[in-house]
């Protein structure tokens, strides 16, 4: 029942997410939106250009938005077809062929999300005092992305060795505190 009300909930809002237009889920249809796509383009080429001059290396990592990684694939399907869409990873998927023009690799987190979302059934958004599936990632959503983002990490450092986690140390025996008298 309360995926029931979620699906509902989600799908009747037009916009996934306050202050997100559902025009992002497609190529752009006007002016304003191809502005917006070369201004974004721009910005991140210039941040990768920067990077570049510092003599690191660059990779880009597109999020995701509560919509993304449902774990409701109906509600999803009928959110798609609402919106006259074959999916909702287009601005991952433009930020990727991007990233590929320019020389940069790219990490696309919704679709790893929405995969892991669906196949666990769970939401990745929300919290215990919010609906679930809705507003910023919770624990999990948060645990997923840095697993994904430090794996993807390793993997252009050179693998397991450059990425292998620091020996363990012996633990500084820690006292507890003394209590005080407070007069």
């Known amino acids: ?5 979620t699906e509902h909930q989600m799908e ?10 559902f025009q992002i889920y497609g190529p752009p249809q006007t002016r304003v939106w191809r502005q917006a796509w070369k201004i974004a383009e721009g910005e991140i080429q210039m941040i990768h250009r920067n990077v570049l001059a510092h003599g690191a290396r660059f990779v880009a ?4 938005n509560p919509m993304q990684d449902l774990p409701l694939p109906k509600a999803r399907e009928r959110y798609m077809k ?10 991952g998927m433009r930020i990727k062929a991007f990233g590929e023009s320019k020389g940069f690799p790219v990490l696309n987190l919704a679709p790893k999300l929405q995969r892991y979302a669906a196949a666990h059934h769970v ?22 992305a840095g697993e994904y983002i430090a794996q993807f990490v390793c993997d252009r450092m050179g693998g397991a060795k450059d990425c292998s986690p620091p020996p363990a140390t012996k633990a500084a025996k820690v006292s507890p505190p003394t209590p005080t008298n407070h007069r």
């Open 61 to 64: 990592v597109t999020l995701g």
């Open 12 to 21: 009747s809002r037009g916009r996934t997410e306050r202050g997100l237009d």
């Open 82 to 91: 609402h919106l006259g869409v074959k999916n909702l990873f287009y601005p």
């Open 1 to 5: 029942r309360a995926h029931h009300k």
């Open 123 to 144: 939401f990745l958004h929300g919290f215990p005092n919010t609906r679930p599936g809705i507003g910023h990632w919770n624990a999990t959503g948060h645990r997923l």
